[in-house]
């Protein structure tokens, strides 16, 4: 079952992606040491991440998974290294957000 994800980190930074088999145990391909340089030696002995299910689909192409990890990227702004850790697509300072997601009030939604 495809899904597309947000991970979350102990500072608040989040990374945006996706996963065509939906594995318990993929936490994403996010740069380690992005992620590292934000945290220091005594705060990477024990911290906690979140996975949370943006998307999900019984069956999607790769392609739509794409454009649908691309969209959360942009809307919650994980490509701002300031909010997140995607560094594709590129940011763009003057680029509006698609919309506001707010995972406490709105489900995971089904790819079509």
């Given at each position: 079952m495809p899904i597309v994800y947000k991970i979350t980190y102990?500072?608040?930074k989040i990374?945006?992606?996706m996963d065509l088999t939906d594995s318990i145990n993929y936490f994403g391909s996010a740069n380690d040491q992005l992620i590292a340089r934000?945290?220091?030696?005594e705060q990477r002995r024990s911290f906690t991440v979140t996975r949370?299910?943006?998307r999900e689909a019984?069956?999607?192409s790769r392609t739509e998974c794409i454009a649908?990890?691309?969209r959360f990227i942009r809307e919650l702004r994980s490509n701002d290294p300031t909010i997140?850790?995607?560094r594709i697509?590129?940011?763009n300072p003057g680029e509006t957000p698609l919309a506001t997601f707010d995972p406490t009030t709105r489900p995971a939604e089904t790819m079509t």
């Open positions: 102990p500072n608040g990374y945006v992606g934000d945290f220091t030696t949370d299910t943006l019984v069956s999607a649908v990890e691309n997140g850790y995607n697509p590129r940011y």
